[in-house]
């Protein structure tokens, strides 16, 4: 079992950068997939990015694609996101969770969440 907390999340103007941080603690943490996930207000929580435990390859869906970039840290137990040309409808809180890929290659989280952490982009 992975515990996460996640950090980082502010106010910010369009067109700025965020750098979120995720720590998790339990032993098996890099033997995990890692994924960053947000929920807007009164929408779904979606999938936004993810790390393979080995080999450190990146997914990321087509909203942010070119703008956030996901890395891990498996001595630090950590994983970040770094957000650059943040649009207001980034606004949401952000969730770190241990993923798995599904056959049609969407993602799911495993486990509990973390408390997130919001970030608000202002036009």
């Known amino acids: 079992q992975v515990q996460l907390v996640e950090s980082g999340g502010g106010l910010v103007q369009a067109g700025g950068s965020l750098r979120l941080s995720c720590a998790a603690s339990?032993?098996?943490?890099?033997?995990?997939?890692m994924g960053w996930f947000r929920q807007a207000p009164g929408k779904e929580r979606e999938w936004i990015a993810a790390?393979?435990?080995?080999?450190?390859?990146?997914y990321y869906a087509d909203s942010v694609k070119g703008r956030f970039t996901i890395s891990r840290d498996n001595a630090k137990n950590t994983v970040d996101l770094q957000m650059n040309s943040l649009k207001p409808e980034d606004t949401a809180v952000y969730y770190c969770?241990?993923?798995?890929?599904?056959?049609?290659?969407?993602?799911?989280?495993?486990?509990?969440w973390g408390q997130g952490t919001q970030v608000t982009v202002s036009s």
């Open positions: 969770a241990a993923v798995i890929r599904n056959r049609d290659n969407s993602w799911s989280a495993l486990g509990s």
């Open positions: 339990g032993r098996t943490f890099s033997s995990y997939s």
């Open positions: 790390i393979r435990w080995i080999g450190g390859i990146t």
